[in-house]
C-alpha cells in the first residue's frame, strides 16, 4: 500500500455523510458510488437483494443477527463466530417454530441472517421506523436500553424473547459450550427497512462490474447494481478467509467486466473484537496477500486503475463504527502522484484534499480520463 501511495494518489474521503449513523450500509454504498440520500431504505433489504428475497411494498427485511446475552449484557454480537451450517440449523428451528405466512427467517452466513415480515402498510411504515441498534455498537453494555424503540416495538422485542426461550437449552448450544464457545442465545433485529431502488452500473456508466464479498450487505450491492456476484469458496470475512481465492476471482472478473469490487471484512471484524493483534494480522495480510498481487496484475496489464479505501472508521478503543475521513489511494494510468510516500490517516491529511461527498469518489475513478489534485 506504501507503494501505491507513492506511484499514485492520496488524499482524504468521508464514506459516511453526516445525517447518517456510521455503518457498513452507507459506507459500502457510498463506496459503489452512490448516494445514500437518494439510496438508502436500510440495510437488510441490500442483503436480502443478495439472497434473492422477493419484496413487496408492505414488506419489512430486518438484519437477524445470532448473539450470546450473557448476565444481562451483549458479550457477543457474532456469537462466536458461529459456523454457517449450524447457524442455519438454529435458524431454521426459530423459523419452524416462530415462523408463519407473514413472518419468515433466511439464513445467511455466519452470524449474519434475515427475517422478513409481510403487513399492511400502516404496521410496514411503523417497523421501518423503529429504533434499532446495530448488536456491535453495544458490546459489552446492558442491552436492554438497546432493544428496539418506537410504535411498533413490541413486535421485534417479543420475537427476541422467544428465540431465547428456544436457543437456551438447544443441543446445538449444549455442544458449543462444551467445546469452550460461547452459544448463541438470541436473535438481535436491526438494519430494518423496506425494498432497495439502485441504478445499475450499465445505466450510469455503461460498463458492467462483479463483486466478490463473503458479506451479503456487500453481495446485495452489488447484484443492486448489476454485478456478477461472485462466490469464493473459503471466504468467512474474518482473518481466515480466503484472500487468494478473492484475488483470483477478481482479476478473473476483469477479462469479463470493467469493474471489480473486492471487499475485505477482516479489519473490521478485528477492531469490533478490540483486538490490536488480529488489526495488525488483518492490515498485513490485506497488503501483502491482496494489495500485493492486485498491483503485480494491474502494472502487467497497464490498463486497470486501483482504489483502496476503507468504507467507514471503525477504531480499537471503542470497538465500533465512527464518523469521519478516511484514507484512499488512486493509482493507475491517468492518475497523477501528489508525492507522499505513505499510506495512512496522517500521511493523507497532508494532501490538503478531502471529498466530502464519499459517493463522489469512484465515478471520478470511473469516468475522469486523468485524475489530479491539488491542496485545497
Not at 8 to 16: K, R, V
Not at 104 to 132: I, M, N, Q, W
Not at 217 to 225: E, K, P, S, T
Request: glycine share 8%.
Amino acid at each position: 500500500m506504501d507503494r501505491l501511495a507513492r506511484e499514485g494518489l492520496t488524499a482524504l474521503f468521508c464514506p459516511i455523510p453526516d445525517a447518517y449513523p456510521a455503518g457498513s450500509d452507507i459506507g459500502n454504498l457510498s463506496l459503489f458510488g452512490y448516494d445514500p440520500a437518494e439510496a438508502f431504505t436500510g440495510r437488510a433489504p441490500l442483503e436480502a437483494a443478495n439472497q434473492a428475497i422477493p419484496m413487496g411494498v408492505n414488506d419489512v427485511v430486518f438484519r437477524c443477527n445470532l448473539v450470546t446475552l450473557q448476565d444481562g449484557r451483549m458479550k457477543d454480537f457474532t456469537a462466536d463466530h458461529i459456523e454457517t451450517k449450524l447457524a442455519h440449523e438454529l435458524i431454521n428451528e426459530v423459523n419452524s417454530i416462530v415462523g408463519s405466512a407473514t413472518l419468515k427467517f433466511y439464513g445467511g452466513v455466519s452470524y449474519r441472517h434475515l427475517a422478513k415480515v409481510t403487513t399492511d402498510p400502516h404496521h410496514a411504515h411503523e417497523l421501518a421506523a423503529l429504533k434499532c441498534t446495530p448488536p456491535h455498537d453495544i458490546i459489552g453494555r446492558d442491552y436492554e436500553a438497546y432493544l428496539p424503540a418506537g410504535a411498533a416495538a413490541d413486535f421485534p422485542r417479543e420475537l427476541m424473547i422467544r428465540s431465547q426461550e428456544l436457543l437456551r437449552d438447544h443441543p446445538l448450544n449444549r455442544a458449543r459450550q462444551d467445546s469452550g464457545k460461547l452459544p448463541a442465545t438470541s436473535i438481535w433485529l436491526w438494519g430494518q427497512g423496506t425494498a432497495p431502488r439502485l441504478t445499475t452500473y450499465r445505466d450510469r456508466f455503461g460498463i458492467d462490474g462483479a463483486v466478490i464479498s463473503a458479506v451479503d450487505l456487500v453481495n446485495g450491492i452489488g447484484r443492486c447494481a448489476g454485478f456478477e456476484v461472485i462466490r469464493v469458496p473459503g471466504a468467512t470475512g474474518y482473518l481466515d478467509t480466503n484472500y487468494e481465492g478473492k484475488v483470483a476471482a477478481a482479476i478473473d472478473a476483469l477479462s469479463r467486466v470493467d469493474f471489480a469490487y473486492l471487499h475485505i471484512e477482516a479489519p473490521d471484524e478485528a477492531s469490533h473484537e478490540g483486538r490490536l493483534d488480529h488489526k495488525l494480522r488483518a492490515i498485513e495480510d490485506l497488503d501483502r496477500r491482496v494489495v500485493g498481487p492486485c498491483h503485480e496484475f494491474a502494472r502487467a496489464a497497464g490498463d486497470v486503475r486501483i482504489l483502496v479505501a476503507p468504507d467507514h472508521v471503525t477504531a480499537l478503543e471503542t470497538r465500533t463504527h465512527a464518523q469521519g475521513p478516511v484514507p484512499f489511494i488512486l493509482w493507475g494510468p491517468g492518475v497523477r502522484s501528489n508525492g507522499l510516500t505513505r499510506y495512512s490517516e496522517a500521511e493523507a491529511a497532508k494532501a490538503g484534499v478531502l471529498f466530502p461527498a464519499g459517493h463522489e469518489l469512484v465515478p471520478a475513478m470511473i469516468e475522469r480520463e486523468v485524475i489530479e489534485f491539488s491542496a485545497a
